[in-house]
């Protein structure tokens, strides 16, 4: 079996989308703070807040879809970065592995490389999903309740947040297993 795992990037696609997204907002902070005079470019500052804030209570449709966009194109981005189907094929082949009906080398290679193309469109979708359900959950009016009585949701519960518990989770979940079986282990000695 293949260590390629569903989500290979972890949630630095989330930080660095969100980085970018937040760009913008920071400029048009900016021009408005530094070019009070400048009617033109504070009229395009105050679009960019109004339009295209992440971080307000119920940010713009726009702002969630380019921030989508972003998490998915980092999803890809970072895994061509980081993780190396040639070098996965090299070690398949050293060990004396193979893949049944691919050949060892490049045809190895390119087969990792369109599974990892798969991977990285489902997970980068799960990502983004993960990375937007707070401020899609903010859309639905029973969720708006409560948000007003809580605050802001997205700063209650990050989507983040959740992939830093599932980690810690399935890290506690890992050593418990691995106690079990050192004990079955000891039984035997």
Known sequence: MLPIPLNPVGMVPIIFAMAFVSFPQLLAKLITQFQPGNGKLVAVANWIEAHFNIYA???????????????????????????????????????????????????????????????????GLGLAFVGIYTYV??????????????????????????????GVVQEIINKVQGDLVMQKYEAYE
């Open 137 to 166: 959950l903010q859309w639905i009016p029973f969720v708006q309740q409560i948000a007003e009585v809580v605050g802001s949701l997205p700063m209650v519960v990050t989507g983040s947040g959740v992939i830093i518990i599932v």
């Open 57 to 123: 209570q119920n940010p713009g449709v726009l702002a969630v879809a380019v921030y989508v966009l972003f998490i998915v194109l980092f999803t890809f981005f970072y895994a061509m970065i980081t993780f190396s189907p040639d070098r996965i094929a090299d070690n398949v082949q050293k060990r004396g592995g193979f893949i049944p009906g691919i050949r060892p080398g490049k045809a190895t290679a390119k087969y990792i490389n369109g599974i990892l193309m798969h991977l990285c469109f489902w997970g």
